[in-house]
Structures are given as C-alpha cells and as structure tokens.
Antibody
Framework: QVQLVQSGAEVKKPGASVKVSCKAS????????ISWVRQAPGQGLEWMGW????????NFAQKFQGRLTMTTDTSSSTAYMDLRTLRSDDTALYFC??????????WGQGTMVTVSS | QSALTQPASVSGSPGQSITISCTGT?????????VSWYQQHPGKAPKLMIY???KRPSGISYRFSGSKSGNTASLTISGLQAEDEADYYC???????????FGTGTRVTVL
C-alpha cells in the first residue's frame, strides 16, 4: 500500500543539526512532491517546506530560510529534511507528507526531535 | 504569514451537525481554491478529510463536507459520531512565496 515511513526519534543539543528521512513505497516517487510539517508539543501544525521529487525544486517557509535543506534520493524513493542550528523551540514531531494538488494525502508516522542541553 | 483562524473548540451531540470555520485573508483562503482539512487523533498523524475546498478523498465519509465564502472556509460534519472526536486543522495555499499556511486547530468534542 501507499505509505511513508520515517526515521526514528532524535535527541540533539542546541546548535546541532538533525536529518530526518522519509521513505516512500507503493507509488511512483518522482510523480509527487513531499512537504514537511512539524508540530511542537501540544501545539498546532506548521508547514516547513516542500520539495519536488521530480526535479528537486524546493520552497521553504520564510522562518526556516537559511537553516533548512530538503533533498531526495530517487534511487531509494527517500526524502530528507535537514534542519541546522537547532534551538529548544525546534523540539517537535516532524512529519513528511505526500503533496497532492490541493492537499497532503499521505503522511508519515512522525519523527520526534528533542533539542536539549 | 499568520496562521488561519479557527475556533479553539466546537462540540455537539451524537447525530447533530457541526461546522468549523477557518478564516484567512485575500492572500490565502480568498485567492485560491486550495483549502484542505485534516483530522488528527491524539498521538496520530493527520488525515486528509477534504481537499480543493470541497473534494473528499476516497474512503472519507460523505458526512464530511467543505465549503468556502470569501476569506472563510468551513468544514461541516453531519451525523456526528463518537469517532469524530479529534483535532481538526484547515490549510490553505498562500502563493508561491509563502506556499502553505495551517489553521490554529479546533478540538471537536462529542458530548
């Protein structure tokens, strides 16, 4: 079936970087984009950015410009989200989601990233 | 880009209908028919319920419907059931520079 499976939980110190993976299966990876969405504990959803799995084009929310990178590996149908210079307020559950026209139709299970000294 | 505004909570009795509003601006909700709605149960990933303002993905109950008027989109749940108790988020495309913005979220309680 169509699914996105994310890498496991991470604990990082302030100032470090984290790279989260999102492996797709059950569909042609290059046909869709992947968005990343995060959710701080007890808070709402926040869209971070998008990458085209077809050509690697990206678009990021302004607040993440400069410290966010998104890449894809079409050979393994995997998308990656790399967030640098982590702060305590980056502690959140990070989701990848398949980007369909007008919505995000398939979601990964989420990856908890904890930033703590 | 500010989050879209949703009521913090909405409640209803089983069988009733409820409506959740999602208010944006002329730069997001008002400009694009790209509003989607997500249901999220505690500890779970969000689930797409409505896309393109009014469209239901395969497998989503007809009890869920979406609409839009001006800068405000709405999600209506008819025939409320216990399993509908969850958090609901709207999301809108907001142009190429901003891309997407989520709503503040609404907790739906079935009394």
């Amino acid at each position: 079936q169509v699914q996105l499976v994310q890498s496991g939980a991470e604990v990082k110190k302030p100032g470090a970087s984290v790279k989260v993976s999102c492996k797709a299966s059950g569909y042609t990876f290059s046909t869709y984009g992947i968005s990343w969405v995060r959710q701080a504990p007890g808070q709402g959803l926040e869209w971070m950015g998008w990458i085209s799995a077809y050509n690697g084009n990206t678009n990021f929310a302004q607040k993440f410009q400069g410290r966010l990178t998104m890449t894809t590996d079409t050979s393994s149908s995997t998308a990656y989200m790399d967030l640098r210079t982590l702060r305590s307020d980056d502690t959140a559950l990070y989701f990848c989601a398949r980007h369909e026209t007008g919505g995000f139709d398939i979601w990964g299970q989420g990856t908890m990233v904890t930033v703590s000294s | 880009q500010s989050a879209l505004t949703q009521p913090a909570s909405v409640s209803g009795s089983p069988g009733q209908s409820i409506t959740i509003s999602c208010t944006g601006t002329s730069s997001d909700v008002g400009s694009y028919n790209l509003v989607s709605w997500y249901q999220q149960h505690p500890g779970k990933a969000p689930k797409l319920m409505i896309y393109g303002v009014t469209k239901r993905p395969s497998g989503i109950s007809y009890r869920f419907s979406g609409s839009k008027s001006g800068n405000t989109a709405s999600l209506t749940i008819s025939g409320l059931q216990a399993e509908d108790e969850a958090d609901y988020y709207c999301c809108s495309f907001a142009g190429r520079s901003t891309s997407y913005v989520f709503g503040t979220g609404t907790r739906v309680t079935v009394l």
